[in-house]
């Protein structure tokens, strides 16, 4: 509230006070009030009095007023007018309100006192202005962007103004940035830009009231982009070649496309895609072998950069000469001339076939050339190579050049020939000009000096007779279309001489007796070169090799014995004799023999049981009568072999190399039960005697469990036994339908597979039985073992131990063993 006092009239005075009442966005209203006050003294004025209030131009006028009253001494200020009034609030910053408040006291102390106070109202806001409209930009050149707008005042009044246009400008991928603020009135702006880029630009106005929104060109301004470079094509086949370009490091923002073009041999440039802004390579699949190319490149967005074009050509593979002709020149000269086919070709190679043989190896060529090709039928290939492209090759016809034939090649001759030989020279003929033999000359000279030749026509081989011991020469010479005899071929050697001869002097004659050992064989060689090598053999009656050695050239005897091979007795056998005389003539001996020795005596064998471990000890001793005394009736014996056999007759052999008076332990015999021993005693000779030995062990009602590899440690458990036991045969259950009334029981069919376990357990009485069956169980060695039970079975087993004690059963401990039966796999026995 604002309040002000006019000057003093004697002792009262007038005054105003006012403020808002109440307000619009446009309006305040302003309650304005006249006040009269008493200044320390009397009044009492009823009538006369009148009042007037005004306020930014607006009056009450002077208007009659109620009466004024006050006691003696006093001070009292009364209100006598209040008006209110609504002025305009002005746009912009709010203003002060200037009130006015008088009063006109009618009797006693009559006058005039009134005062002047302000009232501070605010202004209109400004409103944000509109932004401008019609916003375009555009290209005048690679230097000069147009930009052009219109102002939009619609619905505004003019107290609002607009004071500035505000311009914004992006360059391809970059951030917004301002470059510009024109005046109000400005509607059109040139902006200085360059090449090789997109410009975006937005626009909007200012004013008291803010900014207006923005608004964006509808469309990018382009410049002339940047061209692309490093332009390369290389060729991946005869159908496709790959091109590749780098692009501008804007070209995301700058380009619209990438245009490539090509060109074939000499024609124009053709656009063969259109690609997108950032594409670096193409795969051209419409090229075709036998044609130049290359490729340029350029950008566009409207407008175009300058082309990047390929520094080389591609090339794909030349065609092949359209045709090769072939002619004579004189002699086994010819001359090729080619047509070509491939403007491109660096240059064309040739190759030479003669008599239908390979290919020549490549020389090059112009479009023709004269060469020496040799004599016989000849044929040229051509093709064209550009780099390390190759046509396909293109033949020419035969032609056909005569010249003598060369010197043919001798086959080689065997080393040695049994006279009386016939011998077949062969020979391949060596006619350069490919034509048939139409003749042929073998000479042959012998030993002796003397020559012969033998006339051929068309073959190439020929036989010729030797009758004297030595070395033979021999050359051949051969004659084709050419009327003049070919060059004689180097000389060749063969030898003949008398074939070597062999016999047996002991054995004397086939199908003699061998009853004794060692027996020895002797023989005669009769031979003009000596012995080179010889070999003799003892064969099965049918021929199988049983022993062969290879002899000294000078032997003439072989003892079979224990140290080179003993045949077995009552058996047919071979001896062969095979030699080799000085040029490898062999010669061959056999004698049919039967051999009938005698046999060892009888062992003896003594079995002695180990309780302590359940074992057996076997000792052995050969026979009575195994003397040299005996020999015409028994065999020395040179070893001694045993092995168990169970009630099911399956044998498990403990040694078989065993010396007379020595013994063999027995880790494993069966528990309860009767088994045999076999002791078998050999001769050199192969013959052999066994002796069977029944033996029993009695556990008295332990079962044993044997570790190590040898099964020499043994564990006996026995007390207070209790053992259970299951078997479980694998395969596959089917469920059948088999009509009404058929069982409706599945059938079962192994596959062969069977898993078998037990556990057993045992009470021990000792605190070192129950450590050492600790220590046992620890020993990873000790996973497998052997099991032996009371019944006689024995088993190769896995076990997995558990041990306990109770108090309530002081010295005792209680042992169990879970077993799964493995492979059985027998101990290292000796």
Not at 397 to 418: D, H, K, R
Request: aromatic share 10%; net charge negative.
């Amino acid at each position: 509230m604002a309040e002000a006092w006019g000057g003093n009239v004697r002792n009262w005075r007038g005054g105003v006070a006012a403020w808002v009442q109440s307000e619009t966005s446009t309006t305040a209203t302003i309650r304005v009030v006249a006040r009269w006050q008493s200044l320390a003294y009397g009044f009492n004025v009823a009538n006369g009095n009148t009042a007037c209030v005004s306020c930014d131009g607006q009056s009450s006028g002077w208007v009659g007023v109620g009466g004024v009253y006050a006691g003696r001494g006093q001070t009292v200020t009364k209100d006598m007018l209040v008006r209110d009034f609504t002025v305009a609030k002005h746009y912009g910053d709010g203003r002060n309100v200037g009130c006015y408040g008088g009063f006109h006291l009618g009797g006693f102390q009559v006058g005039d006192s009134g005062a002047n106070c302000n009232v501070w109202i605010g202004g209109i806001p400004y409103s944000a202005p509109k932004p401008p409209v019609g916003f375009t930009a555009e290209r005048e050149s690679d230097d000069v962007a147009v930009l052009e707008w219109s102002g939009d005042y619609t619905g505004m009044d003019g107290a609002y103004p607009w004071s500035n246009v505000l311009i914004e400008r992006r360059i391809d991928a970059g951030g917004w940035g301002q470059i510009k603020e024109l005046n109000w009135d400005a509607t059109s702006f040139r902006d200085s830009i360059s090449a090789g880029h997109r410009y975006d630009y937005r626009v909007r106005s200012k004013g008291p009231g803010g900014h207006s929104g923005y608004v964006e060109c509808p469309a990018y301004v382009y410049t002339t982009p940047t061209a692309p470079s490093g332009c390369a094509a290389v060729r991946k086949s005869d159908s496709r070649a790959d091109v590749s370009w780098r692009i501008a490091e804007n070209a995301a923002e700058s380009y619209k496309n990438v245009l490539l073009e090509r060109r074939t041999n000499n024609g124009g440039w053709v656009q063969i895609a259109t690609l997108g802004a950032t594409s670096v390579n193409y795969a051209d699949t419409g090229i075709s072998g036998n044609s130049r190319y290359d490729y340029r490149v350029r950008a566009t967005n409207g407008l175009y950069s300058d082309y990047s074009t390929q520094n080389d050509y591609v090339y794909t593979t030349p065609a092949a000469p359209k045709s090769v002709s072939l002619a004579k020149i004189g002699g086994t000269r010819v001359r090729i001339s080619i047509e070509a086919a491939s403007p491109w070709a660096d240059s064309y190679l040739y190759q030479l076939s003669l008599n239908s043989g390979g290919w020549s190896a490549e020389k090059s060529m112009g479009a023709s050339i004269e060469v020496d090709a040799g004599g016989g039928s000849v044929r040229a290939r051509v093709r064209a190579k550009k780099g390390d492209l190759y046509s396909g090759y293109r033949e020419s016809e035969t032609v056909t050049t005569v010249v003598p034939p060369n010197a043919p090649t001798l086959s080689e001759f065997a080393n040695v020939y049994a006279l009386p030989a016939t011998v077949r020279v062969s020979w391949a003929k060596a006619h350069p000009d490919g034509s048939a033999q139409t003749a042929a000359q073998v000479e042959v000279t012998d030993p002796n000096g003397h020559t012969s030749v033998v006339e051929v026509t068309t073959e190439s081989h020929a036989d010729v007779s030797a009758t004297v011991e030595g070395d033979h020469l021999v050359r051949v010479r051969t004659k084709g279309l050419d009327p003049s005899w070919g060059a004689w071929s180097p000389q060749g050697t063969f030898h003949a001489e008398n074939a070597p001869t062999a016999h047996f002097v002991t054995p004397s004659s086939d199908g003699e007796v061998i009853d004794l050992i060692p027996f020895v064989a002797t023989w005669d060689i009769v031979t003009s070169s000596g012995v080179s090598s010889q070999e003799i053999r003892l064969l099965t009656e049918t021929g199988d090799v049983l022993h062969s050695a290879q002899l000294p050239v000078d032997a003439r005897s072989y003892s079979f014995s224990v140290d080179t091979y003993l045949p077995q007795n009552e058996r047919k056998y071979i001896v062969q004799l095979t030699a080799l005389d000085g040029y490898s003539l062999v010669a061959q001996a056999k004698r049919l023999i039967s051999t009938n020795y005698a046999e060892p005596a009888e062992p003896k064998v003594s079995v002695t049981n180990v309780l302590g471990d359940l074992s057996a000890r076997i000792v052995v001793y050969k026979g009575e009568g195994d003397s040299p005394e005996s020999l015409l009736t028994v065999m020395p014996t040179v070893r001694l072999s045993v092995a168990r056999m169970l009630d099911d007759g399956s044998q498990e052999m403990l040694i078989d190399d065993l010396a007379s008076g020595n013994e063999v332990i027995d880790r494993l015999p069966p528990l309860n039960v009767d088994y045999t021993y076999l002791v078998t005693a050999y001769s050199a000779a192969g013959t052999a005697t066994t002796a069977e030995v029944v033996a029993h062990i009695d556990s008295d009602g332990s079962e044993a469990f044997n570790f190590g590899v040898d099964a020499g440690r043994a564990i006996l458990l026995g007390l207070d036994a209790d053992a259970s036991s299951g078997t479980s045969h694998s395969g596959e259950w089917f469920e059948f339908i088999n009509g009404v009334g058929s069982s409706s029981l599945p059938a079962f069919y192994p596959d062969g597979g069977m898993s078998s376990s037990c556990s057993h357990s045992y009470i021990v009485t000792t605190a070192d039985e129950y450590r050492e069956l600790d220590a046992m169980r620890r020993d990873r060695s000790n996973a497998v073992c052997w099991f032996r039970d009371h019944w006689g079975g024995r088993h190769r087993v896995k076990a997995d131990w558990t041990l306990g004690y109770s108090a309530k059963n002081y010295g005792t401990w209680n042992v169990s063993a879970s077993l799964t039966e493995a492979m059985w796999e027998g101990p290292r026995n000796g």
